[in-house]
């Protein structure tokens, strides 16, 4: 009998997550009925937000239920199918298949990808929610126009890198923060930005905001929260916009944090902040997934991959991500494509 | 000779104004040139944004300098007249006017009131800078729609007032926080807004507002930051809009402020949050003073003015203002019409 391994929620965090946290469990592959599709996963991404539904806290979408699988997107290939728009070996990607070795999912639950594109493995990063998260946050959120500075928090990262990137092909300064020097060359010296800073050692982050960026910060993209934050909004210029994507520094805390309140700095420049959830554009992720394998082809637009090698691995490379010890798109590779 | 009682800033104030920071004046009355009037003053605004002014700190608008007459919005009349547009007798208003009983100006700085309109005071008040202040600010940053719910602070203000009312106009469900019961009743006994909170006594502010706005709150009008801002955040609706008109718990603050952190409240709600100032509409006054007439007219639009006797004791009335001692629009009486 083939075996599904999958890794549930075992209990709530409080605080940072800890192995406690997680169980790897087995059972029977399931058989997909009329409508649907076995998939088996190749790729399973591991984003922060996973650390909101981890909790049963008011948010944007129902806490993972303990003892239920993880919740992740999933890129794989169809290994059974009941619904005659799939055919075994196709490439799909689906937001919610989950830490999972098989998963059974509907049409509404997946997409085809297009291995011509780029690897498959893209589908679940530039290629995919975190991608289209940088595409439209960035560009509908944040609005930039050329000539702007553009700011961005975990610079480094699947969604920082993919913004600042984006930024510059729209003929934006871009400045980026993440967490060492590593990583401040990597966006600097191979991506292209103009200036890093890395937020660990930078001492008086208002004055380094403030140095990287003399003109003010047109538009900030933030992934973090917390002191970045705080120095983004201390240097906020004339007209300015806030694209809240995320707010990794805050996800662990057991109390609110507290910070300097910075709402006269929005009130002084007449600048506008906005929280979004990628899902409200999901009706033109098709136009941004065409420009931006294009320019994943015209080499414009790199990305960089952290993989770790096996499904048992999750937990532990997700706990890693949310202190930053990972570098770029943080995948695991299920099985061998 | 006929003297100009002027009142200048005689020192930037550290924390709360003192009477100490305020000086009188006399000169003599100035001469208009060519292209200049001479306006008498009537009626003297004094608005929480004078206290920006007084500080030498970065703000919107550059520092009302030590030595220099109080800024602040007139309504008066012309006594002399170098500009043919304007003759001796006819009743103007202009936002940098001064405190004090004469002033020179062109014609860029002053406008023109109807006396047929509402009394001439209210060219300062509900058809001045205030009233534009609430119209454009809800309507244009807030954004209400018919059925939401719009949370309104320092509600029995000048703005605040013209925000709820004009919220009711609209079709809303509206809710105003104040300092006091008797304030508390008159908006919502005499305004009609739905519920209203006392900020001082009502505890557990975020309770008070969850109660007040059991479907949270669509459209936040800031007038005063702190505690009662962060109560509308953590009670955001999804796609709630925040407009930030002004911070006065925070401006006499040395230190910068501290608060809970609130932009996760922006994330998940998918909520904006902008900053305005009124200055920004300026081409649209007059659609919306021809409008806010009417409903004064129609009585659906209500003010309520607080009138100090005397240029003299402006200072007095505008450091009550900063500790909420007001009760309607403040103005001072500086001459009989």
């Given at each position: 009998m083939a075996v599904n391994r999958r890794i549930v929620l075992a209990s709530r965090p409080v605080g940072m997550p800890t192995a406690e946290n997680f169980r790897l469990e087995e059972e029977p592959v399931p058989e997909p009925r009329h409508g649907e599709v076995l998939v088996r996963a190749l790729w399973l991404s591991l984003d922060p937000y996973m650390r909101g539904r981890?909790?049963?806290?008011?948010?944007?979408a129902a806490p993972n239920p303990v003892g239920g699988v993880m919740t992740g997107g999933v890129c794989g290939r169809v290994?059974?199918?009941?619904?005659?728009?799939?055919?075994?070996?196709d490439i799909v990607q689906g937001?919610?298949?989950?830490?999972?070795?098989y998963a059974i999912a509907t049409s509404a639950q997946i997409r085809k990808v297009d291995?011509?594109?780029?690897?498959?493995?893209?589908?679940?990063?530039i290629l995919g929610m975190p991608g289209m998260t940088a595409y439209f946050g960035l560009l509908?959120?944040?609005r930039p126009v050329p000539g702007d500075t553009v700011l961005v928090s975990a610079a480094s990262g699947a969604v920082g890198a993919a913004v600042g990137q984006i930024a510059k092909i729209g003929g934006c300064r871009v400045v980026g923060t993440a967490g060492s020097d590593d990583k401040v060359d990597y966006i600097t010296k191979?991506?292209?930005?103009d200036a890093g800073i890395n937020y660990r050692t930078a001492g008086d982050l208002n004055a380094a905001v403030r140095e990287a960026c003399p003109d003010g910060v047109d538009v900030y993209f933030d992934n973090v929260g917390g002191p970045v934050t705080d120095a983004a909004f201390a240097n906020l210029a004339q007209w300015g916009r806030v694209a809240i994507c995320g707010q990794i520094s805050q996800y662990n805390n057991t109390e609110e944090g507290m910070g300097p309140r910075s709402l006269r700095h929005v009130l002084i420049n007449q600048a506008s902040v906005e929280g979004f959830l990628v899902f409200r554009f999901t009706q033109k992720y098709p136009i941004a997934l065409r420009r931006m394998a294009r320019w994943i082809k015209e080499g414009k637009l790199r990305y960089r991959e952290d993989v770790v090698e096996g499904l048992e691995r999750a937990p532990e490379a997700f706990m890693g991500l949310l202190q930053g010890k990972n570098f770029g798109k943080l995948v695991v590779k299920v099985a061998d494509e």
């Open positions: 981890m909790s049963a806290g008011k948010s944007y290994e059974k199918s009941q619904d005659p728009a799939f055919q075994e070996g937001f919610a298949l989950g830490w999972q070795d291995p011509s594109l780029a690897p498959i493995s893209t589908s679940v990063g509908e959120v944040g191979e991506l292209g930005f």
